[in-house]
């Protein structure tokens, strides 16, 4: 019953990540507008696989070495720029096109992960003393944490693209194709600013 409660909570963790705004959520409903609620579906599971690669990689390695707090935020500044060349192309959207040239490719997708202090940080302090209490319990338990988490993060997501996509017939209907990209990507700068706000505070103390 135990195993049983801990796996519930770490599913609702995933949900409560699936629906916290990020990139990760703008990229998909970037998608959304760009070529349906199908095509999203590709980016999440995009999306799912970068995240659960370098979240497996983390619960593999992390205790083999003593990481400090400043990498991260290094980490963050570097994904900052990377946000914000992903939201320029963003913004040079107008109108809905065939769907050829996708902008939130796999490599992009796993570079925008590995280069998010804000990932790493959330997977070292609220993720991995959670994955290694649920070890304790049955042997690989850590492993379970990881499928348990992003099944959560999956079906949330792949839920808000669906709501979302229901409004994309009104805008295109309303010729606003052009207004929500540039907010789209007006989003993407704001969480680079973020990544570069939280590092500096963290320089300055």
């Given at each position: 019953?135990?195993?049983f409660?801990?796996?519930?909570e770490?599913f609702?963790?995933?949900?409560?990540?699936?629906?916290?705004?990020g990139?990760m959520?703008?990229?998909?409903f970037?998608?959304?507008?760009r070529g349906g609620?199908?095509?999203?579906?590709?980016?999440t599971?995009?999306?799912?696989?970068?995240?659960a690669?370098?979240?497996?990689v983390?619960?593999?390695i992390?205790?083999?070495?003593?990481?400090?707090?400043?990498y991260?935020?290094?980490?963050?500044?570097?994904?900052?720029g990377?946000?914000?060349?992903?939201?320029t192309?963003?913004w040079?959207?107008?109108?809905?096109?065939?769907g050829e040239?996708?902008?939130f490719?796999?490599?992009?997708?796993?570079?925008?992960?590995?280069?998010s202090?804000?990932?790493?940080?959330?997977?070292?302090t609220?993720?991995l003393?959670?994955?290694?209490?649920?070890?304790e319990?049955?042997?690989?338990?850590?492993?379970?944490?990881?499928?348990?988490?992003e099944?959560g993060w999956?079906?949330?997501?792949v839920?808000?693209?669906y709501?979302?996509?229901?409004?994309?017939?009104?805008l295109l209907?309303?010729?606003?194709?052009g207004?929500?990209?540039?907010?789209?990507?007006?989003?993407?700068?704001?969480f680079?600013?973020?990544?570069?706000?939280?590092?500096?505070?963290?320089f300055?103390k």
């Open positions: 019953m135990e195993i409660i801990k796996i519930t770490i609702l963790l995933g949900l409560i990540g699936g629906a916290v705004p990139p959520l703008t990229a998909v970037t998608e959304v507008l609620f199908k095509k999203s579906v590709v980016v599971l995009r999306a799912l696989g970068a995240e690669a370098v979240a497996l983390i619960l593999l992390v205790f083999s070495f003593t990481i400090p707090p400043l991260f935020y290094v980490v963050s500044i570097f994904g900052a990377f946000l914000i060349y992903l939201a192309q963003v040079l959207i107008e109108k809905i096109d065939s040239g996708e902008i490719t796999f490599v992009k997708i796993l570079i925008l992960t590995v280069l202090g804000a990932f790493w940080i959330f997977w070292l609220i993720c003393p959670r994955a290694f209490a649920l070890r319990l049955v042997a690989g338990g850590q492993y379970l944490f990881l499928i348990s988490f099944a999956l079906l949330m997501t839920f808000l693209a709501i979302f996509s229901r409004f994309r017939p009104l209907k309303k010729n606003l194709v207004a929500v990209f540039k907010v789209f990507a007006l989003l993407l700068v704001f680079a600013l973020k990544s570069v706000y939280s590092s500096l505070i963290f300055l």
